[in-house]
T-cell receptor
Framework: TQLLEQSPQFLSIQEGENLTVYCNSSSVFSSLQWYRQEPGEGPVLLVTVVTGGEVKKLKRLTFQFGDARKDSSLHITAAQPGDTGLYLCAGARSGGYQKVTFGTGTKLQVIP | DAEITQSPRHKITETGRQVTLACHQTWNHNNMFWYRQDLGHGLRLIHYSYGVQDTNKGEVSDGYSVSRSNTEDLPLTLESAASSQTSVYFC??????????????FGPGTRLTVL
């Protein structure tokens, strides 16, 4: 059973457009992380959110943790080709690393 | 600079053979993890370790084993490789907290093909 569903699975947009990626679950998480993975490399952490309703901004990227801590979103403003990659959310429930679950991933392509 | 490396980067093997994938980190992290990544499944945890001599099963541990004899290394062994184990394998490490909120630092991955 996949606990974290991401949507969309694939997204191809033109440079300069805005986009939102969603990470949804029926489970409550104590924290949620977003990673970006480029082809041939391992994922790299972008952000960690720990409080329901929390919003964090990283330049053109805005991350939000749902009030009920069951979902999260990643919004990119004015996407650039350098944003191309696989975006993964990862939710942690109490009880150590056995309780960290990665989402299914969203593959983003930004066309110049 | 501290880093985490994996070897080999690519491996082709035959069904039934034993295969060992190496993972080495110079972060001096206590926690180390092995994941497999398959299309449509994201990253799934195979095994993890909180320190030397400690190993734990993840959600997809069947057919895999690990050992932790020092801080730097966590080799992953496939006892008898199966075609279902064809995947990309990632090793990761993090600092000591058990909270699940720590930054995991990932290696570059090993692409394993079992024929």
């Amino acid at each position: 059973t996949q606990l974290l569903e991401q949507s969309p699975q694939f997204l191809s947009i033109q440079e300069g457009e805005n986009l939102t990626v969603y990470c949804n679950s029926s489970s409550v998480f104590s924290s949620l992380q977003w990673y970006r993975q480029e082809p041939g490399e391992g994922p790299v952490l972008l952000v960690t959110v720990v409080t329901g309703g929390e919003v964090k901004k990283l330049k053109r990227l805005t991350f939000q943790f749902g009030d009920a801590r069951k979902d999260s979103s990643l919004h990119i403003t004015a996407a650039q080709p350098g944003d191309t990659g696989l975006y993964l959310c990862a939710g942690a429930r109490s009880g150590g690393y056995q309780k960290v679950t990665f989402g299914t991933g969203t593959k983003l392509q930004v066309i110049p | 600079d501290a880093e985490i490396t994996q070897s080999p980067r690519h491996k082709i093997t035959e069904t039934g053979r034993q295969v060992t994938l190496a993972c080495h980190q110079t972060w001096n992290h206590n926690n180390m993890f092995w994941y497999r990544q398959d299309l449509g499944h994201g990253l799934r945890l195979i095994h993890y370790s909180y320190g030397v001599q400690d190993t734990n099963k993840g959600e997809v541990s069947d057919g895999y084993s690990v050992s932790r004899s020092n801080t730097e290394d966590l080799p992953l062994t496939l006892e008898s490789a199966a075609s279902s184990q064809t995947s990309v394998y990632f090793c990761a490490s993090s600092e000591s907290s058990l909270a699940g909120t720590d930054t995991q630092y990932f290696g570059p991955g090993t692409r394993l093909t079992v024929l």
